[in-house]
Nanobody, 126 residues
Framework: QVQLVESGGGLVQAGGSLRLSCAAS????????MGWFRQAPGKEREFVAT????????YYADSVKGRFTISRDNAKNTVYLQMNSLKPEDTDVYYC???????????????????WGKGTLVTVSS
């Protein structure tokens, strides 16, 4: 079992920045791909960004490319999402996920990851 806990969400004005963190605990000895997904009430969960175990492969949704950066620190069992130039349409609950598959496969299946955090709310005001 792997437990994921997100932090760093909050209220920010459009154009501002936030950094989300996701701390993993439990069976962190396996090589998990990690990712961030987001979901608004009444909408489907959507892919934001994923990263491979080594950090060498990253994938981004078109809507966040050039604005968001995913990274990880395996020594701290933590994955990050740096979000810059935030827009009101980025307002969502952001979820961290972990999976033994590839970061590519995670990006193709927004609900298929094996482990999920409980989410952190990001609100961007206009």
């Amino acid at each position: 079992q792997v437990q994921l806990v997100e932090s760093g969400g909050g209220l920010v004005q459009a154009g501002g920045s936030l950094r989300l963190s996701c701390a993993a605990s439990g069976r962190t000895d396996s090589r998990y791909a990690m990712g961030w997904f987001r979901q608004a009430p009444g909408k489907e969960r959507e892919f934001v960004a994923t990263i491979s175990w080594s950090g060498g492969n990253t994938y981004y949704a078109d809507s966040v490319k050039g604005r968001f950066t995913i990274s990880r620190d395996n020594a701290k069992n933590t994955v990050y999402l740096q979000m810059n130039s935030l827009k009101p349409e980025d307002t969502d609950v952001y979820y961290c996920a972990a999976d033994r598959g590839t970061s590519w496969s995670m990006s193709r299946d927004p609900t298929g990851a094996h482990y999920w955090g409980k989410g952190t709310l990001v609100t961007v005001s206009s």
